[in-house]
């Protein structure tokens, strides 16, 4: 039998009883539009999520004090800066040597009252270098930075958030004031604009102070860590092998630091969230397995609805075979034009939820649609065996005496 | 060309044991006329399942051009059904949603043979049945006695040498029961062996053989001179 003929059989047979055709491709059709939109949905939050570090750029690298053991791997990554050896300014100092790096903002964290005429609140201080202004890609309200100086020294100057801002001086200019931040004072250069987060840590809530004076402030011998704003790009790797190799020089010979890259972050939370993608895909795949099984019971209902046009093929010479193969074919036809049906419905809703929430990218992986069709035709192989196997098997004389 | 030894087909009902074919010997020749008459429940279908390869005997030989059946697997009996023999049944048995040049074409669908062959022999086969203006109708769409006319016709695409027919004219009208009989009467004439139950005596008595059953044997066997 030739496969047009087997094609065009199983559609007549499809379009004879529109009403079940309309539900099965129905049933399937909502399983593949389920893969599709909640992939989309998954794909979506990924995308939002790595998006919101990929606005810091790719360019940077990051050095941490502490040896990472599985380095290399994305594995869990010792961020708590716990170091048997400090990593100090004059290890920043020394990257400077490096032509590929452009910026390099030392940082160091902590907590500290910051007061101003008899009012006082705790505030997050991160120690650094003006570059650490564009690195972050941060915007002043008013007044400037942290003022060009070298590492080692710089006058006792801050720049305040937002939030500090309007808590310690209300209405008031706060630029030229100086305020109290532990034990120390310090003048305000500047105003942050910025509202988000950086390093964990609220921009508005924070006191950004020159990383000597956090140093000395908390007494503390080792940076937090070191950000290093890497010209090209594609030299990426040299530069983190030249860091590791200047400061293992620096560090008595031991390689005691761990450098990554911003692509390693983003990396981890990319297979945190293909991870949920897949999950949320297969979750979706079981209701087109229910559907395949609602294909089955309607095969089988046909089989016995067709006996007596089994039993006429047989009478005419139709080979078991050849009777199975209208059945598959059938089957896979529904399943086929219902995952198509599917798809389409799914990517067109897709693209009305884009519109709708136009902050939020929906964006359907390619593999939920190849993977949520072939499921289904998969499904409708299987699911058709059955009935095609019991319509194969009818005696043709029983089948043929059989209901018409 | 047909020949039936000890032939005997067995149904188990229940505890019980029916004959429907009890031990029967038969020859039949090419071109001949047959008809199978008998009460109902004599085992007139049985036979021509059997001898349509439809159904296997529970013992005893089919042999049909010097060839024992009874050692065919499906598909092989599946071939000779296809190539061989044609059917026609009291009920039609067209397939409803296919159009009356489909319901023909359908035997040469299943043994592969490209379109526009078929094309030309189902043409042929509506002209011989009389229904070249119905090609494109639906079952529904025609009588009785043109629904069995593309029955006919389909059971003759495939050029078969034997044609068995199960009370063809049971469901229809006298008018064009009669145009049936007449219509595969003439297709015996052009060579094609003829077999046809009946329970009508009058069509019975035109054959050129008449075979009576009862209980699954042969009470009865007279030729026409
Ligand atoms: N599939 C079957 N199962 C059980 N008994 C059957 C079956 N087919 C036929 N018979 C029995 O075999 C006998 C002959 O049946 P059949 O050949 O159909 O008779 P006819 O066509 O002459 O009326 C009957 O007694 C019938 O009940
Ligand atoms: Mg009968």
Request: with cysteine.
């Amino acid at each position: 039998m030739r496969l047009s003929d087997i094609l065009f059989l199983a559609y007549t047979t499809l379009i004879r009883y529109p009403l079940r055709t309309i539900m099965l491709l129905i049933a399937t059709s909502i399983g593949v539009m389920a893969v599709i939109l909640l992939t989309a949905v998954g794909e979506g939050a990924r995308d939002y999520i790595t998006g919101e570090f990929r606005n810091l750029g790719t360019n940077l690298l990051i050095v941490i004090p502490g040896r990472n053991e599985t380095s290399g791997g994305g594995g869990p990554i010792d961020l708590a800066g716990l170091s048997p050896r400090p990593l100090t300014i004059e290890d920043a100092q020394s990257l400077s040597q490096i032509d590929n790096i452009r910026r390099i903002a030392p940082v160091v964290i902590g907590e500290a009252p910051a007061q101003y005429d008899g009012l006082e609140r705790s505030a997050s201080i991160i120690g650094t270098t003006p570059e650490f202004l564009s690195i972050r890609q941060w915007e002043m309200e008013s007044g400037s930075f942290l003022p060009g100086a070298s590492m080692r020294y710089s006058p006792p100057v801050c720049a305040i958030g937002k939030e500090i801002k309007s808590e310690l001086f209300g209405d008031a200019v706060a630029v030229g004031e100086w305020i109290r931040i532990g034990d120390r004072r310090c003048r305000v250069a500047g105003v942050i604009a910025e509202e988000g987060r950086a390093i964990g840590i609220d921009v508005q809530k924070t006191v950004v102070i020159p990383v000597a004076l956090g140093t000395a402030l908390f007494n503390r011998d080792s940076l937090f860590r070191i950000i290093v704003d890497v010209r090209t790009t594609s030299r990426m790797d040299q530069t983190k092998q030249s860091i590791l190799s200047i400061i293992k020089r620096r560090h008595q010979g031991k390689e005691d630091i761990t450098v990554i890259k911003q692509d390693t972050v983003l990396q981890s939370f990319d297979n945190i969230f293909n991870v949920l993608t897949m999950a949320l895909g297969s979750i979706a795949s079981i209701s087109l397995l229910v559907a395949g099984i609602l294909i089955m019971n309607v095969m089988l209902v046909a089989v016995s609805q067709r006996q007596a046009e089994i039993g006429l093929l047989k009478a005419i010479g139709a080979k078991n075979k050849q009777i199975n193969n209208l059945f598959v074919v059938e089957a896979i036809m529904l399943s086929g034009s219902g995952a198509i049906m599917g798809l389409i419905l799914g990517h067109s809703i897709t693209q009305v939820l884009k519109v709708a929430f136009p902050d939020f990218n929906f964006l359907p992986p390619m593999w939920a649609s190849y993977v949520s069709l072939i499921v289904a035709l998969i499904s409708g192989i299987i699911f058709g065996l059955l009935p095609a196997r019991r319509a194969a098997k009818l005696d043709p004389v029983e089948a043929l005496s059989g209901n018409k | 060309m047909i020949r039936l030894e000890k032939l005997s087909r067995k149904f188990h009902v229940g505890n019980q044991v029916v004959h429907a074919l009890d031990e029967v010997d038969l020859e039949i020749n090419p071109n001949d006329y047959v008809s199978i008459m008998g009460v109902s429940g004599s085992g007139k279908s049985t036979l021509l399942n059997i001898l349509g390869l439809l159904d296997t005997p529970t013992s005893g030989d089919y042999i049909l051009s010097g060839i024992n059946t009874s050692k065919m697997d499906d598909d092989e009996m599946a071939g000779i059904r296809s190539t061989k023999i044609g059917f026609i049944f009291q009920s039609f048995h067209l397939i409803p949603r296919l159009t009356a040049f489909e319901n023909i074409e359908m035997p040469m669908i299943l043994s592969g043979i490209n379109p526009n062959e078929r094309s030309m022999k189902v043409n042929s086969a509506l002209e011989k049945v009389g229904l070249t203006d119905r090609s494109d109708h639906k079952p529904e769409q025609l009588s009785g006695g043109q629904r069995q006319r593309v029955a006919i016709a389909r059971s003759i695409v495939m050029e078969p040498d034997v044609l068995l027919a199960d009370e063809p004219t049971g469901n229809l009208d006298t008018t064009s029961g009669n145009e049936v009989v007449k219509l595969i009467e003439e297709l015996n004439l052009a060579g094609l062996t003829l077999i046809v139950v009946t329970h009508d005596r009058e069509m019975g008595e035109r054959s050129n053989r008449l075979i009576e059953l009862r209980d699954g044997k042969i009470i009865n066997d007279q030729r026409k001179s």
